[in-house]
């Protein structure tokens, strides 16, 4: 059904840019094609791999055992693949695209970033079944609210979602595809033992949007960014 919401939502964004001021939203994130294809392709690199080092990392620590699946099915990867672009898509255009499209006519750039870092934060509570239980809320909105921050760092920077949804769709793809972190479980990699929660990973995990905002900062410089 997400793919349906996600045409909703494009539909809903064209009549908001229409309505809000001139230019066409929806094709300024995507032209100059070159430029938006150059900011999708980095957002992806440095998320993906940010995911196969915390990974790595994780392992090293916890002396985690991981094992090729028995069998890999082509249909659930086209499944989980399709299930990442619509779910990351649905929530770029929500927090990214409207919210903080909105948020930004507004107010300053770092106020605006900020609630939509908080609305995806307390978003996830939901998504990720931490509602009701005030460690696993903390950590939850901790832990994507600053990722939130990063996107809508990415966002307001860039003026398009290209570079936002390559970060988020980076992590996701692979987090979920070769770590079995996503809904069709494992698919490439199983874990022969299950990574414990602890103090270090979430402490490793937070470090990964403070590095990431540090890069963007560097390769989007405010001078950078379109008027």
Known sequence: MTIFYNLGLLIFTAGLSRATGPGHLLRSWILPLSRRGREFSWGFAVLALACVAYHGISTLIQDIQWTWVEQIVPGQLAQSLWYDLNSVLFEELIFRGILLYMLLRRLPEIGACLISAAAFGVYHWFTQG??????????????????????????ARTSSIALPFGLHLGWNLVNHTLFAAGPFGALLLRPVSEEAASLVSLLLYLAIPLLTLFLVNRRYPLSSKPH
């Not at 939850?140 to 990063?150: I, K, Q, S």
């Open 130 to 155: 931490a509602w009701g239980n005030p460690v696993a809320m903390a950590v939850v909105f901790l832990a994507t609210g600053l990722m939130g921050y990063v996107f809508a760092f990415a966002y």
